[in-house]
Every structure is written in structure tokens, then in C-alpha cells.
């Protein structure tokens, strides 16, 4: 499109339902034609049994994974612009956002789920939008049974900044919030 700049959006990918819902929920909400789709997928080895077999293997099953996703893009939208990246590296999203932060990324989508590894950057960190430099969404999936109630873990906020951190359920999302341009802000 003429006069729009492209953006690199980020979706990690993870072997969870609610990864895979975070990626249509970029698809169909986010992304614009001609912008770059960026699948990551972060495998963590332990050091002490970190053979050559098991990292190959673990590199591997990523690829594949990330291949599923990709199949979810092509099925999605024609033509999509996509790059997939497997990468060795932490369970605490240090890799992740080293790597957002050196693509430029516009966006991070993240599925967000009890193992998700945003609960674990938000215990070490603060602010962890400073740690990204980008808009990160948490797309997270309607509880399976309303009639039960849970409770989810929620991740501080630092008040003092305008937040780039959405969290969106998208049982409860409302369509107009995005045709703003402010959609992402909180």
C-alpha cells in the first residue's frame, strides 16, 4: 500500500492452543498487506544434557512447529510475507525480546497461557514493555467453561508509563476498539 510503511510483526511460536489463537488473532486483526510476519519459535536445552542429537532434534521439532503456523498463514491469507527463525535460548523471554528488539519489530503477539513465559519477565521485571520497544499483545483464549471461575495471574503494571502491553480475550473483544489509532494502547 502507498504511504504505509511496512511492519514486522512478531508471533511466538509455541506448541500451545492459545500460541495458535494469538497467530489468527494477528491475521485477521493486525496485520495489513505488505507488512512481514515474523514466526519465533525458542527452544531452552539444559546445559548439562545439551548433546548435538538433542539440539538437532530440538531445532527440529521447532521447525516443524513453526511450519504448522505457517500452514495457518497460508490458509489464511494469500501471499503472506512470512520468515520463520528457530533459535536456541531462555524460558524467561530474554531471548525474545533481544531478538524483537534487534528486528525493529512494530509488534509482539503472544499466546498467553499458565507457562508463558511474559508471567516470568513480568516477575523479574518491572516495566516490561521497556524491554521489547515494541507494542506486545497477549492474546488470551476464552475460558473453555464460563460457568467455572478462575483466576489468572495478573502482570503488574507501571503506571507511571503509557503502557504498550495489551492484554486482549478475545471472548470479550470489541471489533471498534481497533479502528483507532491508539487500538493498542492502555
Given at each position: 500500500m502507498k504511504g504505509m510503511d511496512v511492519r514486522k510483526i512478531v508471533v511466538v511460536v509455541e506448541d500451545v492452543e492459545a500460541a495458535r489463537t494469538a497467530l489468527k488473532w494477528a491475521l485477521h486483526n493486525l496485520l495489513r498487506s505488505g507488512d512481514f510476519?515474523?514466526?519465533?519459535?525458542?527452544?531452552?536445552?539444559?546445559?548439562?544434557?545439551?548433546?548435538?542429537?538433542?539440539?538437532?532434534?530440538?531445532?527440529?521439532?521447532?521447525?516443524?512447529?513453526?511450519?504448522?503456523?505457517?500452514?495457518i498463514c497460508n490458509?489464511?491469507?494469500?501471499?503472506?510475507?512470512?520468515?520463520?527463525?528457530?533459535?536456541?535460548?531462555?524460558?524467561?523471554?530474554?531471548?525474545i525480546a533481544a531478538l524483537v528488539r534487534e528486528m525493529g519489530a512494530f509488534a509482539l503477539v503472544?499466546?498467553?497461557?499458565?507457562?508463558?513465559?511474559?508471567?516470568?519477565?513480568?516477575?523479574?521485571?518491572?516495566?516490561?514493555?521497556?524491554?521489547?520497544?515494541c507494542k506486545v499483545l497477549a492474546i488470551k483464549e476464552p475460558a473453555a467453561r464460563p460457568a467455572r471461575r478462575t483466576r489468572a495471574m495478573p502482570l503488574p503494571v507501571d503506571s507511571?508509563?503509557?503502557?504498550?502491553?495489551?492484554?486482549i480475550e478475545i471472548?470479550?473483544?470489541?471489533?471498534?476498539?481497533?479502528?483507532?489509532p491508539r487500538y493498542a494502547s492502555t
Open positions: 510476519l515474523t514466526l519465533l519459535h525458542v527452544f531452552s536445552s539444559s546445559s548439562n544434557s545439551s548433546s548435538m542429537e538433542k539440539l538437532r532434534l530440538l531445532r527440529l521439532n521447532g521447525f516443524q512447529l513453526a511450519l504448522s503456523f505457517k500452514d490458509n489464511s491469507f494469500f501471499n503472506t510475507n512470512v520468515e520463520i527463525i528457530v533459535t536456541k535460548g531462555d524460558q524467561e523471554g530474554g531471548t503472544v499466546g498467553l497461557h499458565h507457562q508463558s513465559f511474559l508471567y516470568k519477565l513480568a516477575m523479574a521485571h518491572s516495566n516490561i514493555t521497556s524491554k521489547f520497544n507511571s508509563t503509557s503502557m504498550d502491553f495489551s492484554q471472548a470479550t473483544l470489541d471489533l471498534r476498539v481497533l479502528q483507532g
